[in-house]
């Protein structure tokens, strides 16, 4: 009695105070059970991964990874205890291939540092401020990087350019010339490319960071080291990070920038306007199996348009999503099969690749958008320039799967 009077004389006290009784829950542990989905990465709580890398695959993966995170999910606890986790499976008869989101886990795309820098981090085999659970590449993982891991998703698909800059017109070349120019330097001169008829001056061949996926997808085509000198280099000594003509155009005059050459991602010239300044596009031959030369160019055949995995181009590539292969595998290749953490960070990695390479038949429904997720990550890698994975070149969904 004497215990419930003091209660009540409390109570009198704090109200004649004005100030509010604070409530008081028994539930200090989340509401409900949290519910795993059993045989996939899902186990009913969220978790941030970060992804980093290639530059050329920031904007690409930002509009992917938006997608992803507001994907469908399990319903959450927004009452009491812990708000953010799994409290009852989502209600839509998902099954394994037909998740979404479901622990509504949260992919985050950190700044460029190039892919190898990207693979490096997620590897652990460089030191980073920001530890990555993912890379961007846009470059195949190396030899070293399969053996240290890592495994290749590729998702979309890119062509390489080689472009003038300032005033200078394009002209057309073949590898020979180009290998001429950066490789032995027997061509330092427009006047001595054959059948340029534009004027003559000092060839300036630039080259490239030295991390970045594009310079590796070069430097593997040229056969030489297109980085080193008497490439040019920034007057920091450094190599300008790659497709940013700006950072050239700032650093020499409007002379020796008429004469300068460079290399870059087609996507991104033909998207990022800004970034890629006064780069023109040039023809280059590129011969394919049936001995017939291909030139993309401004006014029509392209490096990446629909019809480019019909022939093949030397300077056509892959974009990366890599990962650890402990995270997200599939040893057999054999689609929808796909194995990695039951949970976590690692658990989270394993579903966003799944998601990713979902064909659109197993795709759940954006709740934003209305349409398929694998639809919509088709149209993000269109307006971002790149085109898809050519459906006779996939092994995985609608990926290339490529592990050591």
């Known amino acids: ?78 009452t009491a205890g812990t708000r953010d986790i799994c409290t009852v499976p989502a209600p839509k008869g998902y099954t394994n291939t037909t998740m979404g989101n479901y622990d509504h886990d949260v992919v985050s795309q950190v700044h460029a540092t190039g892919s190898g820098g990207g693979i490096a981090c997620m590897l652990a085999t460089a030191v980073c401020n920001i530890p990555l659970d993912m890379a961007r590449s846009s470059r195949v993982p190396s030899a070293a990087e399969f053996t240290a891991g890592a495994n290749g998703w590729a998702y ?12 200078r017109l394009a002209f057309q070349f073949d590898k020979p010339t180009l290998q001429a120019i950066y490789c032995t330097h027997t061509i330092t001169d427009f006047n001595q490319i054959a059948g340029y008829t534009g004027p003559a001056g000092a060839i300036v061949p630039w080259g490239m960071n030295t991390a970045s996926g594009t310079y590796g997808v070069f430097k593997a085509y040229l056969g030489c080291d297109p980085s080193i000198a008497p490439n040019r280099a920034l007057s920091s000594g450094t190599y300008p990070f790659e497709n940013d003509v700006n950072q050239i155009v700032a650093d020499v005059t409007p002379a020796i920038l008429s004469n300068s050459i460079w290399w870059m991602s087609y996507a991104e010239w033909k998207t990022l306007p800004f970034k890629t300044n006064s780069a023109t596009v040039n023809y280059w031959k590129i011969q394919n199996a049936a001995g017939q030369f291909r030139a993309p160019s ?37 689609y929808p099969t796909i194995t990695g953490g039951a949970g976590g960070k690692s658990g989270a990695v394993r579903e966003y690749v799944r998601w990713l390479c979902e064909n659109p038949a197993d795709s759940a429904i954006n709740p934003n958008t209305g349409a398929n997720s694998a639809d919509d990550i088709s149209a993000s890698i269109t307006n971002t320039g790149f085109i898809a994975v050519p459906t006779a070149e996939r092994n995985f969904g609608t990926c290339l799967l490529q592990r050591a």
């Open 1 to 78: 009695m004497r215990l419930r009077h003091l209660i009540a004389l409390g109570a009198t006290v704090v109200g004649s105070l004005g100030l509010a009784m604070p409530a008081v829950h028994a539930d200090t542990v989340p509401v409900g059970n949290i519910p795993s989905v059993a045989g996939t990465g899902f186990d009913g709580l969220n978790d941030i991964v970060n992804s980093g890398g290639s530059d050329t695959t920031y904007l690409v993966q930002q509009q992917i990874t938006n997608l992803y995170n507001s994907s469908n999910g399990c319903i959450t606890n927004d």
């Open 156 to 167: 979309g698909k890119d062509g390489v350019i080689v472009v003038t800059l300032g005033s």
């Open 298 to 334: 401004n006014s029509g055949i392209n490096a990446t348009n629909g019809t480019s995995g019909s022939y093949n181009e030397e300077l056509k590539r892959y974009i990366w999503q890599v990962t650890k292969k402990a995270d997200a595998d599939s040893a057999a290749i054999t």
